[in-house]
């Protein structure tokens, strides 16, 4: 089967700097996703990275390493409107990569 | 309006009954997918359809049926309503087996 593993929380002030990480297992790897959630809000999609290296999408910027089965999401210049949970994926391979099954997320508080 | 929209938005039923939660997309998206999202356990799978007529199990199918007899919906129902399908539930479509999803609102489901 798969698992991904992200840490549940995390804290930080405006302005600065997190690291969301995601350690992920799964033999057939199609790519590692990241998802937004506010609080009552539905998810939206982040970003994608399906070959190693840094995706840079504004403030946001996601890396992956396959090698290592591992990615990170990274937000700067945080503000109060990031507070949100977050959540990695990978495609399902029990389902051909069709569906994506996602990590726990990770609860970003950020306070002033 | 173009989108994905679930109904009803909220919804409490007794324990027994048959209960559907409704999905329209209006791009024509030939993926779609149903999540249950429950505090500590993230986003789970429960099926999915890669196109009119065909449709699969997820993670957690069992007490679910789906149908997706048009392109534009996919339909959940619950046969027969337990206290531990208490949850959200959200509809994902994407246009390509590889793209980033896009979610419904959710529908949050009660069951006494």
């Known amino acids: 089967g798969q698992s991904l593993e992200q840490p549940s929380e995390v804290t930080a002030v405006e302005g600065a700097i997190v690291q969301i990480n995601c350690t992920y297992q799964?033999?057939?790897?199609?790519?590692l996703s990241w998802y937004q959630q506010h609080d009552g809000g539905a998810p939206t999609f982040l970003s994608y990275?399906?070959?190693?290296g840094l995706e840079e999408t504004g403030r946001f910027s996601s890396f992956l390493s396959r090698s290592d089965s591992y990615g990170y999401l990274l937000l700067q210049e945080l503000q109060m409107k990031d507070s949100a949970s977050y959540f990695c994926?990978?495609?399902?391979?029990?389902?051909?990569?069709?569906?994506?099954?996602f990590g726990k997320g990770t609860t970003l508080s950020v306070s002033s | 309006d173009a989108g994905i929209t679930q109904s009803p938005r909220y919804k409490i039923t007794e324990t027994g009954r048959q209960v559907t939660l409704m999905c329209h997309q209006t791009?024509?998206?030939?993926?779609m997918f149903w999540y249950r999202q429950d505090l500590g356990h993230g986003l789970r799978l429960i099926y999915y359809?890669?196109?009119?007529?065909?449709?699969d199990k997820g993670e957690v199918p069992d007490g679910y049926v789906v149908s997706r007899s048009k392109t534009e919906n996919f339909p959940l129902t619950l046969e027969s309503a337990t206290r531990s399908q208490t949850s959200v539930y959200f509809c994902?479509?994407?246009?390509?087996?590889?793209?980033?999803?896009?979610f419904g609102s959710g529908t949050r489901l009660t069951v006494v």
């Open positions: 994902a479509s994407s246009e390509a087996r590889g793209d980033g999803y896009t």
């Open positions: 799964t033999s057939g790897f199609y790519g």
């Open positions: 990275n399906a070959l190693d």
């Open positions: 994926a990978v495609r399902d391979e029990d389902q051909a990569g069709t569906a994506l099954i």
């Open positions: 791009w024509s998206h030939s993926y």
């Open positions: 359809s890669a196109a009119a007529d065909i449709t």
